[in-house]
């Protein structure tokens, strides 16, 4: 059973602390959104890459956030420094190539920024 | 540029009635549509898409949805809600050789006994 997978689940950080969120698409999938999740905002995406390449990342905040993929296997989200505002669940999602297609959504990682 | 509305931020149902959550779509040609569910803690599952075809799409766990080009509609249905459905319901909007897909705001549902 073929699924997204993200670490960590939780995490609990101080204000201007780094943090770093991985997440391991299913295999074979060539895209991969990065998703934020609020109560006053919704879902937002905030990046997404095809074949590792970066497509559209407007959704983010570009002095602090910054998304990667070191390989087809690992997508990074880091922000650095962290703010209590930056308070959500991420979600990576992967699919195959085009809107049209199903996204997968990983369980998310919570993060909490005091 | 395509958007997504879901009227509805929170539905109250009866366990056993039917359902029917809105959404609304705006977009140029022929839309791609999807249903996602969010349970909590969970990230979102896809319940059903439409591509062309039929109009009344068939998903998982017992749901439909309806593409209405006309009203620029795809309601997402349920004949008997049961108590396992409480969750967030996402309609989302993808666009003809694009690689986004819109998802609109969310409505919550919430089984009462």
């Known amino acids: 059973d073929a699924r997204v997978t993200q670490t960590p689940r939780h995490k609990v950080t101080e204000m201007g602390q780094e943090v770093t969120m991985r997440c391991q698409p299913i295999l074979g999938h060539n895209t991969v959104f990065w998703y934020r999740q609020t109560m006053m905002q919704g879902l937002e995406l905030l990046a997404y890459?095809?074949?590792?390449?970066?497509?559209?990342d407007s959704g983010m905040p570009k002095d602090r956030f910054s998304a990667e993929m070191p390989d087809a296997t690992l997508a990074t989200l880091k922000i650095q420094p962290s703010e209590p505002r930056d308070s959500a669940v991420y979600f990576c999602?992967?699919?195959?190539?085009?809107?049209?297609?199903?996204?997968?959504f990983g369980p998310g990682t919570r993060l909490t920024v005091l | 540029a395509q958007s997504v509305t879901q009227p509805d931020i929170h539905i109250t149902v009866s366990e056993g009635a039917s359902l029917e959550l809105r959404c609304n779509y705006s977009?140029?040609?022929?839309?791609?549509l999807f249903w996602y569910v969010q349970s909590p803690g969970q990230g979102l599952q896809l319940l059903l898409k439409?591509?062309?075809?039929?109009?009344l799409v068939q998903g998982i766990k017992g749901f439909e949805a309806e593409f209405k080009r006309s009203q620029s509609s795809f309601n997402l249905r349920k004949p008997s809600v049961h108590w396992s459905d409480a969750a967030e319901y996402f309609c989302?909007?993808?666009?003809?050789?694009?690689?986004?897909?819109?998802f609109g705001a969310g409505t919550r549902l919430f089984v009462k006994a």
């Open positions: 890459f095809r074949n590792r390449a970066p497509l559209d």
């Open positions: 977009y140029g040609a022929t839309p791609y």
């Open positions: 999602a992967s699919g195959l190539d085009r809107s049209t297609d199903t996204q997968y």
């Open positions: 989302a909007v993808g666009a003809t050789g694009g690689f986004k897909t819109i």
């Open positions: 439409y591509f062309s075809g039929d109009t």
